[in-house]
């Protein structure tokens, strides 16, 4: 198992229900592949740095787990579907060793 971290950005016209029903979606689909979700973080409404589909703002959620690849895959092809969300990326976390 790896560490993950995913940072979303959900369109800001739609209703705090749907950013927690993102939210439920990461968290389902890593805990069913046998992952954890040791944080989120809901960072709010924030400016964008430019503008994507005519909007400014967005709702940016940080999601911290571990998980194997698999899940990661199917976690990106979910999101890569949902109309909610205007943009995201995983990076995995690099553990520096001294």
């Not at 749907?18 to 040791?38: L, P």
Request: hydrophobic share 45%; aromatic share 6%.
């Amino acid at each position: 198992m790896r560490e993950y971290e995913i940072l979303v950005i959900v369109d800001p016209d739609v209703e705090d229900a749907a950013v927690d029903g993102v939210v439920e979606r990461i968290t389902k689909i890593v805990t069913d592949a046998g992952g954890q979700v040791a944080n989120v973080d809901k960072w709010g409404r924030r400016k964008l740095a430019y503008e994507i589909d005519h909007k400014t703002e967005g709702v940016y959620v940080l999601v911290t787990f571990t998980s194997d690849t698999p899940a990661v895959n199917e976690l990106e092809r979910v999101l890569l579907l949902a109309d909610e969300v205007t943009r995201f990326k995983v990076v995995r976390k690099v553990v520096q060793t001294a």
